[in-house]
C-alpha cells in the first residue's frame, strides 16, 4: 500500500516532523499537529474533508497556480467543532465551501497567507468552480494577507464571540458577482477586537457588497477601521455601517467616505443671552442646527457632545455675528471664548483665550461685529462638548446673536 505522504523534516517552523502530501487521504484521514503538511499536487479530496484537530494543523502549497484542494461540495473543506489554529500558506480552495469551523476554547486562529479562494483553469478538474467561504466561528482572530476571493458564489460568516477581530491585509476581490456579500454578519456576532482592512475591491459587481456587518457587532469605538480600502464606486460595499458611526473609522478610502470625527452648527434664529455679572463668562443662547456630526451628537442646543471613548484631539472654529445696536456704547466690549465640558471631572474649562471686540471700536464700522475664535483641545472621555461662552466685559447689557453665525469641530490633522 502506497503511503498517502512521505516525511521530509522537521526544519519549518519549529515542527517536529514536515511531509509532503502525495495523496488526499494524508488529509483526510486523522492528522497530526505536529506536522507540516505541504501539498505538491492538487487535492480532490472527493465528498471528504479536513478535520481541524483541537491542536491545530499547518498546510503549505507550492504556490496558487500550482497546488490547492477542492472537494465535491457535500461538506465543506476544513471542518471542526473543536478546531485549533489552522495556517493555510501558497495553495488555491476552489469548486467547494470553504470553512465550517468552530473554536471551542476562543483562543484560536486562523492564518491565510498567499491563499486563493476561487476558481483557477490552471488546474484543470477539479478546479472548475467558484468557492463558497463558508462560516468560522468563535476564534480569537483571523488574518488574511496577499489573499484572493474570485468569483464567489457566498461569502464567510463570522459567528460568536472574537476576543480579537479580523485583519484582510494587501488582498484583493475580483468579480464577486451580484447579490453576494463577502463578509457577513453569522450567529451572535461579536468582535471584541477590531476588523481592519486595506482590501483591492474595485471590481465587484454592482450590486455586490464587501462588509455586511452591523455597528451592533463592535464592542470597541472604531473597532471597524478600514485604510486605503478601495472599491467600486457604483456599489454599496458597506451598506449596514456609516461612515459618521462611533463603530467606524474609514482612512484614505475610494469608493465609499471617509471618516471625519467633529460637527458643525450654525445659529438658526436670533436670540439673547442674559448678562447679569460684568465680565463673566455664559454659555452663548441661541438654536444651533447640526450638520457632519460623526463620533459627536447634537441634542442641545450650542454644545457638541462627543459620543465615543476614543480620545480625539480637536480643532475648534466659528464666527458667530452679535448686534450691538442698541444699549452699548461707543468702546463697550464683549468677548467669546471656547469652552470644554469635562464629563469625567464633571466641571466646564476654558480652552481659548477670549476673542474680544469693541462696539464701534478698532477696526469696526458696524455695530453687529462678527468674532473669530478658534482653539484646540484633546477630548479624552465619552460624553465631554464643547460650547461657547460670551461676556460682557463693560457692563450687564444682554448680548444678542444673530442668525449663521457657525461652529466647526474637526479632528485635528496628525
Keep these: 500500500m502506497t503511503e498517502p505522504y512521505r516525511y521530509i523534516g522537521g526544519e519549518y517552523a519549529g515542527l517536529e516532523n514536515s511531509v509532503i502530501v502525495t495523496d488526499p487521504s494524508g488529509l483526510t484521514g486523522a492528522v497530526q499537529s505536529n506536522v507540516a503538511y505541504y501539498l505538491n499536487t492538487p487535492m480532490d479530496l472527493g ?8 491542536g491545530g494543523m499547518t498546510i503549505r502549497g507550492q504556490g496558487i497556480d500550482v497546488t490547492g484542494i477542492t472537494n465535491d461540495g457535500t461538506n465543506p473543506v476544513f471542518i471542526g467543532n473543536n478546531a485549533g489554529n489552522l495556517f493555510l500558506e501558497n495553495l488555491t480552495i476552489a469548486n467547494s465551501t470553504a470553512f465550517g469551523l468552530t473554536n471551542a476554547s476562543g483562543l484560536s486562529t486562523i492564518e491565510c497567507n498567499a491563499v486563493n479562494f476561487a476558481a483557477q483553469s490552471s488546474f484543470g478538474t477539479p478546479f472548475n468552480g467558484p468557492v463558497d467561504l463558508g462560516e468560522v466561528t468563535g476564534f480569537r482572530q483571523m488574518l488574511f494577507t496577499s489573499a484572493g476571493f474570485f468569483a464567489n458564489l ?69 473597532g471597524f477601521s478600514l485604510n486605503d480600502f478601495r472599491t467600486n464606486t457604483a456599489a454599496n460595499a458597506i451598506p449596514n455601517i456609516a461612515p459618521s458611526s462611533v463603530k467606524a473609522n474609514f482612512k484614505n478610502c475610494l469608493g465609499v467616505a471617509n471618516t471625519y470625527p467633529g460637527a458643525t452648527w450654525t445659529v438658526a434664529a436670533q436670540a439673547t443671552t442674559t448678562i447679569t455679572v460684568q465680565g463673566e463668562y455664559v454659555k452663548m443662547a441661541g438654536t444651533t442646527t447640526y450638520a457632519n456630526l460623526a463620533w459627536f451628537s447634537g441634542s442641545v442646543d450650542n454644545a457638541a457632545q462627543k459620543d465615543t471613548e476614543q480620545p480625539l484631539t480637536v480643532d475648534v472654529r466659528g464666527a458667530p455675528t452679535f448686534d450691538l445696536t442698541t444699549g452699548f456704547a461707543n468702546t463697550d466690549q464683549i468677548a467669546v471664548q471656547v469652552y470644554k465640558y469635562d464629563a469625567d471631572a464633571a466641571i466646564f474649562e476654558p480652552i481659548s483665550d477670549p476673542f474680544v471686540n469693541t462696539a464701534q471700536g478698532g477696526f469696526l464700522i458696524t455695530n453687529t461685529p462678527e468674532i473669530t475664535f478658534f482653539a484646540s483641545t484633546e477630548m ?9 461662552w460670551i461676556a460682557n466685559l463693560t457692563g450687564i447689557q444682554n448680548i444678542t446673536v444673530l442668525p449663521g453665525g457657525a461652529c466647526i469641530i474637526s479632528e485635528k490633522p496628525s
Excluded: C, H, M, Y
Aim: charged share 15%.
Design 380 to 388: 479624552k472621555n465619552k460624553n465631554d462638548r464643547i460650547e461657547i
Design 154 to 222: 457566498d461569502g464567510l460568516d463570522f459567528s460568536g464571540t472574537w476576543a480579537g477581530g479580523v485583519a484582510i491585509l494587501d488582498s484583493i476581490v475580483g468579480g464577486l458577482p451580484s447579490g453576494v456579500t463577502l463578509f457577513k454578519e453569522g450567529t451572535s456576532l461579536s468582535f471584541e477586537g477590531s476588523v481592519r482592512s486595506n482590501l483591492n475591491a474595485l471590481s465587484i459587481d454592482n450590486n455586490a457588497s464587501v462588509f455586511g456587518f452591523q455597528a451592533s457587532n463592535f464592542v470597541q469605538d472604531g
Design 47 to 54: 465528498s471528504g474533508s479536513i478535520t481541524v484537530p483541537s
